[in-house]
Nanobody, 120 residues
Framework: QVQLVESGGGLVQAGGSLRLSCVAS????????MGWYRQAPGQQRELVAS???????NYADSVKGRFTISRNNAKNTVYLQMNSLKPEDTAVYYC??????????????WGQGTQVTVSS
């Protein structure tokens, strides 16, 4: 069993910052790509940022220049630094990871989500 647990969400004013963390634990052989998704009320879940095991990153156009994704492989943790937050960033943010549970099988896992609310 593998679990992803997010933390760091909360309420912040527009222009402020938050740092989200996601820790993977359980039966893990290795972790491949990790990413952050978000889902606002009435909207589809969308990819915010992703990062490979080697550190290559990708961002949604809406967050480029404001958000930074990073990871600590030794701690099985991925982070999302969110700066210059806007009300439209308000959403539930979900951690995602592609994990090799052993030498043979890989699985994709989701965290439970953490609420980010940006007030105007």
């Amino acid at each position: 069993q593998v679990q992803l647990v997010e933390s760091g969400g909360g309420l912040v004013q527009a222009g402020g910052s938050l740092r989200l963390s996601c820790v993977a634990s359980g039966s893990i052989f290795s972790i491949n790509a990790m990413g952050w998704y978000r889902q606002a009320p009435g909207q589809q879940r969308e990819l915010v940022a992703s990062i490979t095991s080697g550190g290559r990153t990708n961002y949604a156009d809406s967050v480029k220049g404001r958000f930074t994704i990073s990871r600590n492989n030794a701690k099985n943790t991925v982070y999302l630094q969110m700066n210059s937050l806007k009300p439209e960033d308000t959403a539930v943010y979900y951690c995602n990871a592609d994990i090799d549970v052993n030498k043979r099988w890989s699985r994709n896992y989701w965290g439970q989500g953490t609420q980010v609310t940006v007030s105007s």
